[in-house]
């Protein structure tokens, strides 16, 4: 069965410093794989995906992850965080339907 | 805009209650799912769907009923509500797998 740990339930960075958040799947073929972002009382979007080709990805919101195999892990980056990315963050892992981890919330501090 | 819509926004129930969570996407997606969002527990998964008149149970299925007749519509019923099922709930739709899915604005159910 498919599934995701996302092991920080909350995380709090200052304004302009660099950003990890960890992610750790377990799917027994190669798996998609997304992070997406929820900002308070929204939906969710889509920050980035990977399926497969070069292991770091690119998203939206000056977001990157990188896919490492040997370590089951897909863990969410930026350089520079800024006030507006203040949210809730869900890596999620598809076979044949969509799992969620449990989400890792960040704060910023000014 | 082209999206997913859920009605209703907000809703209010008895205990014992049924009631339909509307979902709808015009955007020819095969692919739809309902989530539940409860703080600290991420998003679980309901019920899925792969395309018209295939529907399959998720992580938390019980209580709920779903029907896929038609590739725009995926409602969600609730049987007899318990307060256990006040959530926030989510509806989504992909165009296949991998592509990513695309959520609805939510719906705030409250059991009372």
């Known amino acids: 069965a498919q599934s995701v740990t996302q092991p920080d339930i909350h995380i709090t960075v200052s304004e302009g410093a660099s950003l990890e958040l960890r992610c750790n799947y377990s799917?027994?073929?190669?798996?998609?794989l997304f992070w997406y972002v929820q900002s308070p009382g929204q939906g969710l979007q889509l920050l980035l995906k990977?399926?497969?080709?070069?292991?770091l990805v690119q998203g939206i919101k000056g977001f990157e992850a990188e896919f490492k195999r040997s370590q089951s892990s897909f863990n969410l980056r930026k350089p520079s965080v800024h006030w507006s990315d203040a949210a809730e963050y869900f890596c999620?892992?598809?076979?044949?339907?969509?799992?969620f981890g449990q989400g890792t919330r960040l704060t910023i501090n000014p | 805009n082209a999206g997913v819509t859920q009605t209703p926004k907000f809703q209010v129930l008895k205990t014992g209650q049924s009631m339909t969570l509307q979902c709808a996407q015009d955007?020819?997606?095969?692919?739809m799912s309902w989530y539940r969002q409860d703080p600290g527990m991420g998003l679980r998964l309901i019920h899925y769907?792969?395309?018209?008149?295939?529907?399959d149970q998720g992580e938390v299925p019980n209580g709920y009923n779903v029907s896929r007749s038609t590739t725009e519509d995926f409602p969600l019923r609730l049987l007899s509500a318990a307060p256990s099922q006040t959530s926030v709930y989510f509806c989504?739709?992909?165009?296949?797998?991998?592509?990513?899915?695309?959520f609805g604005s939510g719906t705030r159910l409250t059991v009372v």
């Open positions: 989504a739709s992909s165009k296949d797998r991998g592509y990513g899915y695309t």
């Open positions: 799917y027994g073929a190669t798996p998609y």
């Open positions: 990977y399926f497969s080709g070069d292991t």
């Open positions: 999620a892992v598809e076979g044949q339907k969509l799992v």
């Open positions: 955007m020819n997606h095969e692919y």
């Open positions: 769907s792969v395309g018209a008149g295939i529907t």
